[in-house]
């Protein structure tokens, strides 16, 4: 069915039809042998490497499509690199290949061995894994050799094969070594679509257990609550602790913006892991404010959006801008939409509640209160996530 669908050898309806059917199968064949769906920590999938190898902003969806074969369009996927200057396939530091490692549980689906230069097949010598628990397909490509057989069952931190340079592209001199990670969420209608692996790499990194279904939805309900505490706490949008006050508790405020504090009650210290992230990848930061401000001032509160879009591009889901009647159902509570506002940048939390036209309402901090209120089509929507931890 892979061969396939990558040859288009398989009309697409029928390959979705047939996909659909798949799905329960496969969940039942991973349990069927040994297989437990459960939550689970992901290991990152170079074994040696960690998230600031990865190449996350090369991550470009527009116009993939998973049916288009070997002939889809861009790269919605995350490229790691291993230290390989010489491009012999060896990590320059142990002189050792690089095992490529299981991410997830799961099945294998699918697998390519046996690539020689002058193949135009674009990953080479690649592994597909099902993950029952995310409903979802990771596409390891590039390998010098795969590790792995199709129907075997895998855990995290399994073999699966070998970095290498085998593909269209990655075979040419000017391509560094590395890893190609794709994640496609497998829908129940049998259509795989293209959704950002660098969550799983952020979550291996910091050893977090990766959120089903109903932990997300638990997450966004807990940031929706937070942004509607705000709302009732009355919070005002400081930039900077009032004086003489020593932290904005004491001046009976309890945050700068919805945003932050809506995301502190789920749980997650936005500003923690964007400067986590800073360290890391400080030149994909190109503005750097909010590091520039940590130098001079370590207890700031205030957000600054482009440092947060570049957060949330890299490791949120992002999803439709749209707000047409057909696109509403897109947006749910505990979502962020950020505005363009006046040439700068707003932010804040979609609302459970809902105007007449069904446009959902949203809780956001504006000069000196939070507020919830029908707002979103105010200013020009330029970005809308959706964040899972």
Not at 76 to 93: E, G, H
Not at 290 to 300: I, Q, Y
Request: proline residues 5%.
């Amino acid at each position: 069915m892979e061969l396939a669908v990558r040859d288009c050898r398989i009309p697409k309806e029928k390959a979705q039809a047939k996909l659909s059917y798949l799905r329960p199968l496969l969940d039942q064949y991973f349990t069927d042998n040994g297989g437990t769906i459960t939550a689970y920590t992901p290991v990152f999938p170079l074994e040696g490497y960690a998230i600031y190898d990865a190449d996350i902003k090369g991550y470009i969806v527009k116009g993939y499509d998973f049916f288009d074969g070997n002939q889809h369009k861009d790269h919605p996927a995350v490229d790691i690199f291993i230290r390989d200057k010489n491009q012999d396939c060896l990590d320059d530091r142990t002189g050792k290949p690089v095992n490529i490692l299981s991410l997830s549980p799961g099945v294998v689906t699918g697998i390519n061995t046996g690539w020689t230069p002058g193949s135009q097949l674009r990953g080479g010598n690649y592994v597909f894994v099902y993950d029952p628990f995310t409903k979802g397909i990771f596409y390891y490509a590039h390998m010098s050799r795969t590790a792995v057989d199709v129907g075997q069952v895998v855990k995290p931190g399994d073999l699966l094969g070998i970095v290498g340079r085998t593909g269209l592209n990655a075979y040419k001199k000017r391509s560094p070594t590395h890893m190609h990670l794709m994640y496609l969420k497998y829908h129940e209608n049998g259509y795989p679509m293209p959704e950002k692996s660098a969550k799983f790499l952020y979550a291996a990194y910091r050893h977090r257990v990766i959120p089903g279904p109903e932990s997300l939805a638990q997450i966004a309900a807990l940031i929706f609550t937070g942004a509607k505490n705000e709302v009732r706490a009355g919070t005002a949008f400081l930039t900077s602790y009032p004086e003489p006050a020593a932290t904005a508790k004491d001046a009976g405020f309890y945050g700068t913006n919805a945003v932050f504090e809506a995301f502190l009650y789920a749980g997650i210290d936005l500003k923690a892991f964007i400067m986590e992230d800073m360290r890391r990848n400080l030149t994909v930061y190109p503005g750097r404010i909010m590091w520039d401000k940590m130098k001079t001032e370590p207890d700031f509160i205030e957000g600054q959006y482009n440092d947060i879009m570049i957060f949330f591009d890299r490791f949120a889901d992002e999803l439709t801008v749209k707000t047409d009647f057909f696109s509403l159902h897109e947006w749910a509570p505990g979502d962020v939409v950020i505005w363009n506002y006046k040439g700068t940048y707003h932010a804040g939390i979609i609302s459970d509640r809902k105007n007449n036209s069904g446009t959902p309402y949203v809780i956001h901090s504006y000069q000196d209160y939070t507020a919830e209120e029908d707002v979103l089509n105010t200013w020009k929507i330029i970005r809308h996530y959706r964040y899972g931890g």
